[in-house]
């Protein structure tokens, strides 16, 4: 029996959930999906991700694939079967026909995250699982010259949590920025790969420079001194969004 590879895009609010990978215990997005997958099969199925969302991350274009026999189900209508199956912070965006040596990991080039901040003494309640409220309106020029230290091929041992299991830190940053939008200012970071909660490290230490207006130049310091302990405090979960997955070589990701 063939198997058809299918791709599927996803979105999914990821504040009840324990992160993309199915754990011992606990809630997770894998294990959710799975689950519907199983349930429309009859069988065990594996899905494979862009990337493994950590503990309240989410996504709005997490990149997913795996191996389906029904050969009943056109490519694009996968989607609407999977998610007669699944919670509504969990769902399908599009689903497709993938080439057979498609791999929703190991092809990626590159990846894009965006940071959500919201600026502000008091803060709406529908928000506060979306981003990070600041009591201070910080300077976004000043971050910039901040983040613009990030771009390029760099060992981000520095930015990676303890019990990062890769053992090479080195990771290639295509872009970072900060700017406006509607209520929030937006960090948007794009990577061919990232450590285990290296974006919000990377937030939280260029927060903590801005507000000392420090030098941009000891960022570079801290990221070439790669001890853990200069990163800072790590930024909240709440307000990272795994936004997009780069496939083809002449797309840019931003």
Not at 166 to 191: H, M
Request: charged share 25%.
């Amino acid at each position: 029996m063939s198997l058809r590879n299918i791709k599927l895009t996803l979105a999914y609010d990821g504040s009840d959930f324990l992160g993309w990978q199915i754990q011992k215990s606990g809630r997770t997005v894998q294990g959710i999906l799975q689950d519907a997958l199983n349930q429309m099969h009859g069988s065990q199925i594996t899905c494979t991700a862009a990337g493994r969302t950590d503990s309240g991350v989410h996504a709005t274009g997490q990149i997913v694939n795996f191996r389906s026999s029904l050969d009943s189900i056109p490519p694009e209508r996968y989607r609407d079967a999977i998610n007669t199956h699944l919670p509504e912070d969990v769902r399908v965006i599009t689903s497709e026909l993938a080439s057979d040596s498609f791999n929703a990991r190991r092809s990626a080039r590159w990846r894009l995250y965006r940071y959500y901040l919201y600026c502000a003494h008091v803060g709406y309640p529908h928000l506060r699982r979306y981003c990070l409220k600041i009591r201070r309106q910080p300077d976004i020029g000043r971050l910039n010259q901040l983040a613009s230290k990030i771009v390029g091929k760099h060992d981000f041992t520095v930015f990676a949590a303890a019990g990062d299991k890769n053992k090479l830190k080195i990771r290639e940053v295509l872009s970072s920025c900060f700017y406006p939008e509607g209520p929030f200012i937006v960090y948007k970071i794009a990577a061919n790969s990232f450590l285990w909660k290296m974006v919000r490290s990377i937030v939280g230490i260029l927060l903590e420079l801005e507000e000392r207006n420090a030098d941009p130049e000891e960022l570079a310091d801290i990221i070439q001194s790669r001890d853990r302990k200069r990163a800072g405090q790590t930024a909240s979960a709440r307000g990272l969004f795994l936004e997009k997955v780069c496939y083809d070589k002449s797309e840019y990701p931003c």
